[in-house]
């Protein structure tokens, strides 16, 4: 049960793990804890010793929300010697309007505006939190935003509020001279029946409606992107294109369509990591690789890091081997460029619209029938691929 | 079997019907046509007697895609003469992208040039069909844009192809003179594994990377929606808070996560179809109400009109009626009041940063515990609700 | 506000609450209660005086799991005076076999042998607690009975073993002499990624496999039907055809393909809950109606009952109503006779197998153009059905 | 590009390809045919060179449904001319009881007597057909059986009229004397908006009913249970435990949720596939192995046979040979005998109850605190299966 990759091989990437991923006890909603779990600084520990880069939190997942001032400091004390300790830094905040009942029909789009403020409040708190522990990052994660009973209030003003509070939430940490970018995370379901902004387009779209569209970006996850059946893939690479994946990114896995699951990277679907890691590679993310997983329920403390840590970096891993051998893979890459192939004269003349490109494309004699004659060999890429994956061309 | 409305009922609405959805002869991947079918002037005279106003058409669907100059002129003829008489226009027109095999691996997007440059020219020809039949509205929906096999195409390629097409038109359109509208269809899956453009979020945003974004708006489609799981009522108020929905959008039914079924509207979903019509209402919307759903194949071809499409209508006039009486419901009215009471003085506090404003917002004393007592009668107001759709609160 | 229907008008139905249900204080994977909630014999008072006629249980929904004696007794003492006051039965008890870490990996399927023997132990006694409380049924519901990891458990071992816990359980149930049926309640994940017998017709094929397949029937659930995005009402009729629905069921709401919702029956799908009250009536069912539903985070321990509880009787109630005037609807009557009209003659001829009867078949002229001619006036009789569930054919 | 196997390697198997799957064209419901297809006898030939055993066709796909006796005769002389040249066989036989529109409201359970009779008929011939061709197994896809309203058709009523079909049918192979297996083949919707059966949990059940359940088995589809979510893995599982998966098996590919792909066996789902092929090993599974799925609408006529045909029996190789690395891999092997340990006095008194067992249970000293804190290393094992799957344990 040797490991396949070491510490320092991992230490190369920008791994990072949430507090909460593998403090995770296994408490579920019809099931107690399985496990024991251990402190934060424990965890920075073991995820050091491991390779890991970062953390991640939530303000809660550090400081319970009724800590006195000195439980604040003692806590933060011993989680800060941790990381130093470890040469691991926070990566990214966030902050809980989830958790606390007063959240049960929204934060910053409940309904009643004293939530609204409130949540504005504890926002504040965490993102100041956030700073003093260096992180660049600052997710949200609606998961309260959203509704059972259309009835009760118009989405349109969700939306709005929503925009506000991200608007106010803008100015404020400008203001504070953060070095901050905000990342949006959408998700569908769960533990809404219907969550507000459930997709990365969604996002993707809503940011363009705030007053510092710059900094605010995406943070998609492998899991909400497939509970909602749709191409983890496609989704994110409309977040790269759009320039707004630069700063982090939930991995994790997930059987299409069900509840949250939170598995393992890379242990559900090889085809779906696969292009993920490779799209990473080719737009050259530098940006930090959140694991939002968390362990099974028949996994112990130990092996939360040992299999569950150690996991899902190395699926990461295999799977940019994987993407190596898929640039230097000569008939892979003859296939490509054969289906791929342009042609820069035509291009142009699509590319800049003016009424002669018009008249020209307008007489350009394109045969449907003779066009649609030409071989696609996509499907031998394919198998190909199949093949690269399951190490048949090594 | 006598209908619930007359047809000077339907007509006061915008109600429009695709050439394709009464045409549909109920062909499917596993079974021939289970009716005959008739001409488009045919459908355009049955519509008109029902109480449609308008009817929609990709150019194929009039005009065969290797018809001669004289079989144009005469089909053309024939239709605006049935349309005149009828007192009908055409609302939208759009060119069909999908059905020729040149389409296999997209039309924008196809990796090939020579197919884009064919789906340009085959949309500048379109579009000028449109605006010769007064169309104001071209929709644009994408089957064959995405892909089986992800190897085969990067997807950031397909979007950029996608967005440099667009813009192309829509500089089309604008030299031309033509008063036309362009509305982007988003659907998930189907012909396609996974389509580009997947969401009405998706739509959202790849609009604001347009040129000339101001030209462009989202046909948002019941079905499609459905078929990603998402809540179509959640997605298109989004499309309309972005001012994105005011001219054309698509009615129909869906069981979630299926093949594209293309029911009636409101044949399967009431409070779906309610809260379409409450959004409608409103948003004061009036944009063509389009029927893009198809008979059963048990329906017989004058069953397509008598049950199908006075179906479409009336159903949509049934909900219509009982918005009014949502509107008009004191106890439900009370209901949705006590639950989004509003607080001037301090929505004012978090709509305008200030330094001040962020100090005030601090020290509001605002405790969570408390707040979260506070009564929300939500279960009531959708109890009611239900009641009302059963007519049993009339 | 006032209820349309009357304590007594629910009580003259068989409606049954999980002790679970109105018991559910709102915690879910991502956040707190969110109500206080109430003692066991609290709840039965309440549900008494909205007209329920029996609660369900599980053994620790009552008796916590390390309760000693004098606190069983204390508890049962209490719950059993609230039942003979507010004349109520247990209509069905069961055994949880989730909530502790102990069935992390299964309970009659975990692979640990001591696990499966601890299972059994806790459920002989779980069936001697109904037994003590008269409860004529005996649910299981194997929600760790599953995997995450395929390649961790031979499922056919999986099916073995529970197979032969089923088959002890029945004896000794006999060997007792409790007049108890078993009901199979069937979901297809979650809390397991996957979970053994997952739908109704899995169940149903287990029933056949068992030592003593008359003791036992099928618990179908909307909800953990629709999880798997079928139809219920199929689904159950299958469970009516095959004689194995006489005694228990559950009712709920739920968007297909999501986390578990356990929404209010009736609360999101007319159609479903119409066919599925129909279905009741047309068998003429007597077995229990229990509720496994809970109320939204946001109803107060109050509105548990007001509006969640009386809710979900009167829904149904309103259904039953729309059923009875279903069976008066001349036109409806008319439409469904003309569409399944009979032919004796030719159906005795498929009913009875002989070499004749193959004779005469073959023989018969039955030409498939002429037939296929015959209109069938479904969409018709689907428009009206959806009239009389809003209340336009009163 | 050469292939990984030879026709020989291939020839080993029992690989079977449906007429109708190789002869796809590519015609969806949204575009035409984007290939010519080759006729039967060619298809033979083709799949024979790359070393298939078997073919399987519905009677239509071989013989039109008008063709006079002399077109009959002729194309069936060419064709099994061309089977005994390639020494190749036809495994299943089938009726098309789902293409002409006189099935458009079902076959066997059409409210229609007349259309269930004529249903009749034409499987007798198509028996007859394939008993001649030498078909030892014959499938029936009740694709028509099914609903899209479920006010029209009683659902019981649907499954009695096929549960005497079927009967009817039994007798009738039985009375020829023919050497012939029934299997039924589960879906859950399209082309009917809910297909009665349609799950293999379904099927199995059905089949306890029937008068001959012991000439009645499965026809498990990947995608078809795919289609509801479910793992094809449990569903299959549950069909050899019941001893009802002996003769015929349909492999391919699909998305979950989503319009039925047929995607190439292997091609979209690497774990899905190898716990898939385990199975068949692990069972000793001697029936056909029938790849049900066609080629993408991009792939040429030549690429039909070249890439996909050829791809589907070779990812089920590559998969064999990692079942053979799984169970000579120690540490795997290690890890499931450790996570399985069984504990053979236990399981004996489990096995045979008896009052004695009851007692001796009762008195066991199980504590489940402690027999929850054994530790299971299943994501462990998860982990080296994945790294078996990539090449990476070589």
Redesign the interface.
């Known amino acids: 049960?040797s490991s396949?990759y070491t510490p320092q091989q991992r230490r190369a990437e920008r791994f990072e793990f949430g507090l909460w991923t593998v403090g995770n006890v296994?408490?579920?909603?019809?099931?107690?804890?399985?496990?024991e779990g251990m402190p934060p600084w424990r965890r920075v520990e073991e995820l050091g010793a491991l390779g890991a880069s970062a953390v991640a939190l939530h303000d809660n997942d550090l400081i319970p929300?009724n800590a006195t001032q000195a439980e604040r400091d003692d806590i933060l004390g011993q989680f800060t010697t941790s990381l130093r300790k470890q040469d691991m830094v926070v990566g990214m905040a966030s902050c809980n309007l989830?958790?606390?009942?007063?959240?049960?029909?929204g934060a910053f789009t409940a309904?009643?505006?004293?939530?609204?403020?409130?949540a504005?409040?504890k926002t504040?708190k965490a993102i100041d939190l956030g700073a003093e522990l260096g992180a660049k990052v600052f997710v949200f994660w609606g998961?309260?935003e959203g509704a059972?009973?259309?009835?009760?209030?118009?989405?349109?003003?969700g939306?709005?509020h929503y925009r506000?509070?991200i608007?106010?939430l803008c100015?404020?940490v400008k203001?504070q001279g953060y070095p901050m970018t905000f990342a949006i995370e959408p998700k569908?379901?769960?533990?809404r029946?219907?969550i507000?902004?459930?997709?990365?387009?969604?996002?993707?779209?809503?940011i363009?409606?705030l007053d510092h569209p710059e900094m605010v970006e995406i943070n998609g996850e492998t899991a909400h992107t497939k509970?909602?059946?749709?191409?983890h893939?496609?989704?994110m690479?409309?977040a790269?294109?759009?320039n707004k994946c630069n700063v982090h990114q939930d991995l994790n896995g997930q059987?299409?369509?069900?509840?949250?699951?939170d598995?393992?990277f890379?242990?559900?679907?090889?085809?779906g990591s696969f292009?993920h890691v490779k799209m990473n590679v080719?737009h050259e993310y530098t940006g930090w690789l959140n694991f939002d997983a968390h362990?099974?329920?028949?996994?112990?403390d130990m092996?939360v890091y040992?299999?569950?840590a150690a996991?899902n970096m190395?699926?990461y891993l295999?799977m940019k081997e994987?993407v190596a051998q898929f640039d230097e893979d000569r008939?892979?890459q003859d296939l490509?460029a054969e289906?791929?192939?342009?042609?820069v004269k035509?291009?142009a003349?699509?590319?800049a619209?003016s009424?002669a490109a018009?008249g020209k494309?307008?007489e350009?004699p394109?045969d449907?029938?003779k066009?649609?004659d030409?071989?696609?060999?996509?499907?031998?890429?394919?198998?190909?691929?199949?093949?690269l994956?399951?190490?048949?061309r090594?």
């Open positions: 049960m396949l296994g408490r579920d909603p019809f099931g107690e804890a399985s496990r929300m989830f958790y606390h009942r007063v959240f049960r029909d309904s009643d505006p004293k939530v609204r403020a409130f504005l409040q504040m998961g309260r059972e009973v259309d009835a009760a209030r118009d989405p349109a003003q939306f709005e506000k509070a608007n106010f100015k404020y203001d569908p379901n769960e533990p029946s219907d507000y902004l459930p997709t990365i387009g969604a996002c993707l779209a809503f363009t409606t509970m909602a059946g749709l191409n893939y496609h989704e690479k409309m790269f294109w759009m059987k299409p369509l069900r509840y949250d699951q598995f393992k890379g242990s559900d679907d090889p085809f292009f080719d362990a099974h329920r028949t996994t112990s092996g040992r299999d569950f996991g190395d699926n295999m994987k008939s892979i490509y289906i791929n192939a342009g042609d035509l291009q003349l699509m590319d619209y009424a018009v494309l307008r350009l394109l449907p029938e066009l649609a030409r071989e696609l060999k996509i499907e031998a890429l394919e198998n190909q691929v199949l093949q994956l399951l190490g048949k090594d």
